[in-house]
């Protein structure tokens, strides 16, 4: 992982690609554990038997559910020290290019798009991509946009 010790340091990385996550593996229950708490219970993430017989041959994570391990994946890249707080302040340009198929194993790959000063902090915006274990398409492209608190 990278730590930048203080906001001078990210700004010298800007438009550079800051490295990759860890694997994780998606499983059936973490899908249903998603399912649960946002109540986006179809069939095509929740019942198995039912996904075999689907376009995919499997139950498929929900796209939301790839975008919520974003914020997992990228404390395994970079962080910034000497900083109150860092809260997610939006998201642009989301898109799902490919559905991850449970069992697979998803990482995340950052680039730091920019660093600029607004109220109250700095808002970070980097753009992160989720690759499957299985190459093709990514399974979720966003450009994060944090603000980082003094």
Not at 18 to 39: E, K, M, N, P
Request: proline content about 5%; hydrophobic content about 40%; aromatic content about 8%.
């Amino acid at each position: 992982m990278k730590v930048f010790r203080g906001i001078e340091e990210l700004e010298r990385v800007v438009g550079t690609h800051l490295g990759y996550s860890g694997w994780h593996r998606v499983t059936q229950q973490q899908i249903d554990t998603f399912a649960d708490a946002t109540g986006d219970h179809q069939w095509i993430h929740v019942d198995p038997a039912r996904a075999a017989e689907g376009p995919f041959g499997t139950t498929i994570a929900h796209g939301y559910l790839t975008l919520s391990l974003v914020p997992m994946l990228l404390w395994q890249i970079y962080t910034v020290e000497g900083f109150q707080a860092s809260v997610n302040y939006g998201a642009n340009k989301l898109r799902f290019p490919a559905p991850v198929p449970v069992g697979s194993r998803v990482r995340a790959g950052a680039e730091l798009v920019s660093v600029t000063e607004g109220s109250g902090g700095w808002r970070v915006v980097v753009r992160v991509t989720i690759e499957r274990d299985s190459g093709g398409k990514p399974a979720c492209v966003v450009e994060t946009v944090s603000v980082v608190t003094p």
